[in-house]
């Protein structure tokens, strides 16, 4: 090989070499700052780290101590994924740690102070205003107010429970300590807000839980930190709504259909009758005029019986319809949750109204004779007529 194959080749291996190291890159995140969270991949454990793929060209090590079980048992394996705070970066080295824990001392508290590293806590008491907590063997205090996103209603159900918080003040020398753990908190909301609001769509149906009620409807949680408002007239197509509580309680699960949203305004508008879908939408295929249906009466008033034939569709059997039918009494007689036997005389879709009738046979069967329904001739309109009603005294 001469000098100029060499220098050809050699020139296309660093091209090549170059394509690999920036394709290698691509991807990468190197905006990695310290107590930041980070998501990382296991690569590797050894016999007091765990190296973990952090997404940039510097992996990240993390004490292996900090990962056992209370057993003592390392439950984690090469591939796992979990979630470490960064505590100290540089281009050869990335410490990560789940929080300062017993670990450190009264040093490592401070850097935690000033660099914003979160640190985990054991709830030793609840007292006035706040908690005692031990982080690092010290003493801290955090405010009731910063235990929760929430309004801490039972101070004793954290007590005896570890969790992480933020230091929010350091003072004479690790002798006053004052941590907040709502800020981690309302930081973890604000993430998982964003991911849910950017792939929420119009139309959209979400299993959410109803978590408190006002006059005009109910807030609905859909996911951490983001509740949309179902209103009072969007609960329910069967019936009309007066009060939320017809429909829902607190803590309810609820299948509920986005109508619209606002991003800049965080406002989702949920409807909980479009999710269940609309009784109307088949009805034709449902009902037929002329079909027997049994039904319930729902209401009876001055000009005739609602009855219920399925969930959210009620037809009307007029007055007019009952004071001309042979059961005229039976019908009289009935009363609100009976059940009653009718006919599907017509429907209006558009309008949301079934007129229903009493169904009588023996009308029905007369007017079928005076129609004339065998043999040739009809013969007379009174001979017809008073055939029929020689049948219907005898009937009687």
């Known amino acids: 090989m001469n000098d100029d194959e060499l220098e050809k080749e050699t020139s296309e291996g660093e091209e090549s070499f170059a394509e690999l190291f920036e394709s290698y890159s691509a991807g990468m995140n190197e905006n990695i700052n310290v107590g930041e969270r ?44 979990l979630d470490l705070y960064v505590v100290a970066a540089d281009e050869s080295e990335i410490r990560l740690s789940k929080a300062v824990s017993g670990i450190g001392g009264l040093n490592m508290l401070r850097d935690a102070w000033e660099q914003r590293i979160p640190v985990e806590g054991k709830v030793a008491a609840a007292i006035k205003g706040g908690f005692h907590v031990e982080v690092v063997k010290r003493r801290a205090f955090c405010p009731i107010s910063q235990m929760d996103v929430a309004y801490v209603e039972d101070p004793g159900t954290y007590v005896g429970q570890t969790f992480t918080f933020l230091i929010k003040r350091f003072e004479e020398n690790g002798r006053n300590i004052v941590l907040s753990r709502r800020e981690i908190l309302e930081k973890e909301l604000d993430i998982s807000r964003k991911a849910f609001m950017a792939q929420l769509t ?8 109803v978590v408190r009620l006002v006059p005009f409807g109910a807030f609905v949680s859909l996911a951490p930190g983001v509740e949309g408002l179902v209103h009072i007239s969007e609960m329910s197509y069967t019936r009309r709504v007066m009060r939320p ?20 305004r965080k406002r989702i508008s949920l409807s909980i009758k479009d999710a269940e879908g609309d009784p109307w939408a088949d009805i034709e295929e449902t009902f037929k005029p002329g079909q027997t249906v049994q039904g319930r009466v729902e209401k009876k ?3 005739g019986i609602f009855v219920n034939l399925a969930p959210g569709i009620t037809g009307l059997l007029p007055k007019s319809k009952i004071a001309a039918s042979e059961k005229a009494a039976k019908f009289d007689s009935l009363k609100p949750g009976g059940t009653v036997s009718v006919t599907v005389d017509r429907i209006d879709t558009s309008a949301r109204k079934i007129s229903l009738g009493t169904g009588d046979v023996a009308d029905n069967q007369g007017w079928q004779e005076f129609a004339g329904s065998s043999g040739g001739s009809m013969g007379s309109l009174g001979d017809q007529l008073q055939k029929a009603l020689s049948r219907k005294k005898k009937g009687e």
């Open 38 to 81: 980070i998501r990382g991949r296991i690569i590797s454990i050894g016999g007091n780290s765990v190296f973990v793929d952090t997404g940039t060209k510097v992996d990240g090590v993390v004490e292996r101590s900090e990962l056992l079980e209370d057993d003592g048992e390392l439950s984690l394996g090469v591939g796992d994924e």
């Open 202 to 209: 119009q139309d959209a149906v979400f299993e959410g839980s």
């Open 245 to 264: 509580e017809e429909v829902v309680s607190p803590g309810d699960a609820v299948m509920v259909t986005v109508k619209e949203f606002d991003l800049d």
């Open 301 to 303: 008033e001055s000009f």
